[in-house]
């Protein structure tokens, strides 16, 4: 495997032989990445060329967030990428991708990247976008692998890539997590252990709403199956007579007024692991729960049914973590 700086050494056109999938990154490159490099590797023929970007965008940083402090560790990133397949290391300078400084012309992520991150970080994924183009154009692949924690900007790429008639596929791959559910980010080698215990919340909140639609969906299938006389669902699951069935019932008249596997209901059971992480020490800073349309990344009614992303970003200390998950809405009932 090889690192190299500059367009040159990467050579061959879009659509050139043999075909590549490239792999962008910021570095410090963890088993997340490992399994996108993996991914690139499956897709292509024996003869086929994996590329990982390693850059540090200075664009989609925001005042006050963690560029200069952002981990650049090339010669690990190196071991990481050499071991998981990848052919090649593209680290391009600062002056290559911004030859005249911040650039005049860049891209706009639109009224896509208004929510969520765009609203917390104003400007992020214009930054993300613009880079991401350049690199594009520069690498030439026939596919492109982003992992699926950061769902938002997963969704942009794939519309700049069919709105501006990129030749390339862009390739979504699953979110991978640490024994403990802690989705793995280049950032959480900035948690302390008492952090991390907190940190936490993030993926238990998205769990816990995952688990209540399940749980949901199968008391309503026993609700029905028991054939109890039609009235409201609280006396319908009680009537079961099973173990939990009126705790069960309870819980779900609280979390929800109108069917099993509602938005209002997920929101709910998310809330309440972000509401108790609130009170530890040190205490989660929410910025933001939004359950959204994976289309359009804006948050869904209480009435939608079928496909939503649930989406998680606060504060542990100075750390700043974003989590999500798929969810299937309305399933039962």
């Known amino acids: 495997m090889r690192i190299v700086h500059t367009p040159d050494e990467l050579g061959a056109p879009y659509g050139a032989d043999p075909p590549r999938a490239v792999v962008p990154t910021m570095g410090a490159l963890h088993e997340g990445h490992a399994a996108n490099i993996r991914a690139a590797r499956k897709l292509l023929p024996p003869d086929g060329l994996v590329i990982v970007t390693v850059y540090v965008n200075p664009l989609q940083f925001g005042a ?8 650049r560790t090339l010669e690990a990133d190196a071991r990481v990428a050499r071991a998981a397949g990848a052919d090649l290391i593209f680290a391009p300078s600062d002056a290559l991708m911004y030859p005249a400084g911040e650039p005049l012309v860049r891209l706009s992520a639109g009224p896509m990247g208004e929510p969520l991150e765009g609203a917390s970080r104003p400007g992020h994924f214009d930054g993300v976008l613009t880079v991401v183009a350049k690199l594009l154009h520069l690498t030439a692949p026939r596919y492109a692998l982003f992992g699926e924690k950061d769902a938002q900007q997963l969704a942009l790429v794939r519309r700049m890539v069919a709105d501006l008639n990129f030749p390339v596929e862009i390739v979504g791959v699953p979110t991978v997590r640490e024994d403990d559910g802690l989705a793995l980010s280049s950032r959480n080698r900035y948690l302390g252990a008492a952090e991390r215990r ?28 028991a054939a109890v006389p039609h ?42 692991v972000l509401t108790e992480a609130s009170r530890l020490t040190p205490p989660l800073e929410l910025d933001y729960l939004a359950l959204v349309d994976p289309a359009t990344f804006r948050e869904v009614p209480d009435s939608h049914t079928g496909e939503a992303i649930m989406a998680v970003a ?8 974003i989590d999500n998950t798929r969810l299937t809405l309305g399933a039962a009932g």
């Open 231 to 272: 009235g409201d669902r609280a006396r319908r699951l009680a009537a079961l007579h099973e173990e939990r069935a009126s705790a069960d019932a309870a819980a779900l008249a609280a979390a929800t007024a109108t069917r099993p596997g509602s938005a209002a209901s997920a929101r709910a059971a998310a809330r309440t």
């Open 314 to 321: 606060a504060k542990v200390g100075s750390t700043r973590l």
């Open 198 to 225: 907190t940190a936490l919340a993030l993926s238990r909140a998205l769990f816990a709403a995952r688990d209540r639609l399940s749980a949901e969906a199968a008391l309503a299938g026993r609700a029905e199956a």
């Open 64 to 71: 006050g967030e963690d560029f200069d402090r952002y981990p």
